[in-house]
């Protein structure tokens, strides 16, 4: 099928969450090694992966759609069809038998075996072969220590520090889709990030499902987070998520005294009302949340909370979700992310409670999050109006590319343009807040403290 002596060539979309970004970069990186190539252009590939995601409704309705497209494509030339990732591993065969043109299955503990399962494929017909290739079993140990993540241009290296999730919220597919929680060896993350300074990527964000319950010997995760925020040339460290039921005092004092550990923390909240987060099987009340957020604003301030909020969970009620709203009111968070509640297939709210809130009342209870957080989100950016800020420089504007995009330590959004002082991509500069939005700061380069 593919044309003889050129390297087969692979085109990769992701979707997702971040740590399936980083696992499409492991994914190329192992099938660099088995001597194929990539391409951005879809017309000239031979294999087209896509790694997909199972968190929600509408993250499979995304892959369903591509996969429509592609059957058209498939139909004109050969190409070999494979899904990676979340959403192979919880549906399985279910997937490839409502949708036949899907080649190859490879959950995301069965990377190692996917340049032999595309090999297979690739070369099916001329053996008279099936094409059909299944890697989907769930691995206790396997953290892809030794690989070497292919990483695109750029400052960025998300590395993920452990695997899996243990914490079975009773809405979430994850323990189901990449199975029993492992934490990686912190000598390979520490060379990993040792790397990624080399290639440029001096700012880290360390990922994980739960990054508190980190454990590797007498590593914890402060202990790590403080390793990488002092290897050579690493500017900025992120890290995502921590969970509200197990936040540690040495995390916070990590996260407020290390200059390179960025001021910002994830806290998702999920509810805001202690019943509806009994049933999400959560494990931290109400009041515990609000007591850790205080906490941690008293330890420093100027830290930036952000959360994800979950809508219309079963039986919620609208006094119920009036909690939640009035957490919301209270935390002054820098940004909520909220979804409506969606059943996902084998979680232990689909087994155990009726999806019983109808999507207009979701759909309506997010609407109103969104209403209260936007204001909230800029005024806290208005309120930087002629402050000026430490922002490292990522990338050209989606607006222009004669502005620069870069983000401040907690993790806003900033532009401005390039014609102030040159700068160079990964460089921290000081921009002076001009104006702000509750999506952006506009700023100017300062140049009366260029060494800033
Ligand atoms: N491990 C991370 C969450 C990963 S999923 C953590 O605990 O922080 C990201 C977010 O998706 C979750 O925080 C939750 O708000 C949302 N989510 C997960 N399952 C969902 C579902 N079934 N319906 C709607 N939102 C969901
Ligand atoms: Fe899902 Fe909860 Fe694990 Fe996060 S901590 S991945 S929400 S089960
Ligand atoms: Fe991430 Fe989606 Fe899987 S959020 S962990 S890619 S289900």
């Known amino acids: 099928m593919k044309q003889p002596n050129k390297p087969p060539q692979v085109h990769i979309e992701t979707f997702g969450c971040q740590m399936n970004e980083y696992d499409s970069e492991l994914v190329k990186s192992l099938l660099r090694k088995s001597g194929f ?18 968190i929600r409704e509408n993250a499979h309705n995304k892959v369903y759609g591509h996969l429509a497209e592609l059957k058209a494509v498939k139909e004109q030339r050969p190409l070999v069809v494979g899904v990676l990732g979340c959403m192979a591993q919880n549906l399985k065969e279910e997937l490839t038998d409502k949708q036949p043109l899907v080649d190859i299955l490879v959950g995301p503990d069965g990377y190692r075996q996917l340049p032999g399962l595309l090999t297979k494929a690739l070369n099916a017909e001329e053996q008279g072969l ?8 769930l691995s206790e140990y396997e953290t892809y ?15 993920a520090i452990m695997r899996g999730c243990d914490n079975f919220c009773s809405f979430c597919v994850v323990p189901y889709t990449r199975g029993r929680e492992r934490s990686r060896d912190p000598e390979g993350v520490l060379r990993e990030v040792e790397a990624s300074v080399e290639s440029g ?6 990922l994980g499902q739960n990054v508190n319950s980190y454990r590797h010997g007498d590593w914890d995760f402060a202990r790590l987070i403080l390793a990488v925020a002092e290897v050579p040339g690493v500017q900025r460290v992120r890290f995502t998520s921590p969970h509200p039921k197990d936040f540690p005092g040495a995390l916070l004092d990590a996260v407020a005294g290390h200059p390179n550990i960025c001021k910002h923390i994830h806290l998702p909240l999920q509810s805001g009302n202690d019943r509806i987060l009994e049933l999400m099987n959560r494990t931290y009340s109400r009041k515990e949340y609000l007591d850790l957020a205080a906490e941690i604003r ?29 957490v919301v009111e209270e935390v002054n968070y ?3 992310y909220i979804f409506k509640y969606s059943e996902r297939k084998n979680t232990i709210a689909a087994r155990k409670f009726p999806d019983d809130i109808p999507e207009e009342v979701k759909g309506e209870r997010v609407s109103r999050l969104v209403d209260l957080q936007r204001p909230i989100t800029a005024r806290i950016n208005r309120e930087l109006i002629g402050h000026t800020l ?20 907690t993790n806003i959004t900033v532009i401005w343009s390039k014609s102030d ?3 160079t991509v990964g460089d921290i500069h000081p921009i002076t807040v001009l104006d702000a939005t509750a999506a952006v700061l506009m700023g100017r380069r300062d140049a009366t403290s260029v060494n800033a």
Not at 130 to 137: E, I, N, P
Not at 145 to 159: F, K, S, T, Y
Not at 201 to 206: N, V
Not at 299 to 326: K, M, N, Q, V, W
Request: aromatic share 6%; hydrophobic share 35%.
């Open 37 to 54: 190539e990539f391409t951005e252009d879809r017309e000239r590939a031979d294999v087209m992966l896509m790694n997909t995601c199972a």
């Open 130 to 137: 099936s094409r059909r290739g299944l890697a989907v079993d």
């Open 145 to 159: 220590d030794d690989v070497l993540p292919e990483r695109d241009e750029g400052i960025n290296a998300w590395i």
């Open 201 to 206: 990527h001096t700012q880290i964000t360390l």
């Open 298 to 326: 008293r330890r420093h301030p100027a830290i930036a909370l952000t959360t994800d909020i979950i809508c219309g969970f079963c039986s919620e009620t609208e006094e119920e979700f009036l909690d939640t709203y009035r």
């Open 334 to 336: 820098h940004a909520a």
């Open 390 to 409: 430490p922002v490292m420089v990522e990338n050209n504007s989606k607006r222009s590319p004669d502005q620069w995009m870069g983000r401040t330590d």
């Open 421 to 423: 002082i040159p700068a």
